[in-house]
């Protein structure tokens, strides 16, 4: 036997070898599993997605709407074999099902709910938000219990108490409320008793806009019309939001526009109403007065940025102490609220670096649009940390 012929026997052999230690690696690592359970959980998606293109009428027909296939039906038409036959641990049970949502038309989306016990388990994002918040602090920065519009601020009371509306505020200035989607990083503002959250989107419009820049008649001047929406009739504010959440826009630092946005978005209603400078509640009742209702994207209500701060002299929308202890403020540069002032027809509130002003609509300033992620969301990694934020596990 030549010498070529034992070089090529070394080479056959070396591969082999690699061939172990990588199939033993595997095992080590996914528990002498034929599958990860991420794997597993992948493989019930797409045997749900193959199982609806030849069921079509098991589609939603209506936005905002679902359908639920469990795991059951796949195996027992055979999309998918019994989940033990994917895993060497015999001990283990699986159980799950998936989740198809119609977001728009023509766009769907689907998670799931899939659980191997002890072993693994997905976590629906909202649920890890909360947990990873002590489920509500009363003091310091963090996220607070807001009841009926009031926040908890004695810890006897925290999560033992009736309620019409509940809702998870962020206050404060050191908040761990970060989350990102793609290149697109976002800032969790709250969580409504479904799980929904409201995200303020940390970067803008890389271009300013004026709130509204229309001639206004009561003024006869062309400084605008602090009307958000009326009749069909959209301020300049609202057709900027539109087109950020429709990805028409340059954004700042030009990164793309992340279309997987879109699939758990959900549509909220938007509190347009509007407030004088001296108004000091904070609990929504003031912009709530006059709601939009289906809305996918929006811009922040003044009552959130009050809200955001740990400042007890934060008593009305022009206070400057609203800019103290307030991760609102840390924005650092001028950006457009939601709400317009109720005193005249041409001014709109605005953040001013650290503290809100009222504002000539006419003005040039950012936009930073706010969306609400639907309770659907489920956690894949990150703490919330600027560093390491929250990431949305996509299928």
Known sequence: MD?????????????????VIFIWLTNVFTGGNKLSYESLEKKLIDAAKDYAKDHSAIYPTEIGTSTVISSTVLINNNYINEFSSYL??????????????????????????????????????YEKIIADNNYGIVEGSGL???????FITDESELGSHDYNTLEYVFRGDEVNNFLKIDENLWRIVSIN??????????GHVQKTSPWDDRYNETVKKNQGIN???KDGIKSRAMENA??????????????????????????????VGKRNQTDSDISGSIECQTILENQYVGLLPAYYYMSASLDDSCNSIVSKNCGNYNYLSYFDDYWWLLTANSENTNEAYNISRKFAESTLCSSRSN????????SRAIYDSGDGTENNPYIVKYF
């Open 227 to 229: 009307i958000y929406e």
């Open 144 to 150: 607070y219990e807001k009841v009926d519009g009031k």
């Open 88 to 125: 060497n641990d015999t001990d283990v049970v699986c159980n799950g099902s998936v989740e198809i949502y119609m977001v728009e038309e023509d766009y769907y989306n689907f998670t799931t709910d899939f659980n191997c016990g002890n072993k693994y388990s997905n976590i629906k994002l």
């Open 3 to 19: 010498k070529k012929m034992y070089k090529y026997i070394g080479i056959l052999l070396g591969l082999i070898l690699l061939l």
């Open 193 to 202: 008793e479904n799980g929904d959250m409201l995200l303020i989107y940390v």
């Open 367 to 374: 936009i930073r649009p706010i969306i609400m992620l639907g």
């Open 242 to 271: 539109l087109k950020f959440y429709n990805g028409e826009v340059v954004l700042m630092d030009k990164e793309p526009y992340s279309e997987k946005t879109r699939y758990l978005t959900i549509p909220m209603s938007l509190c």
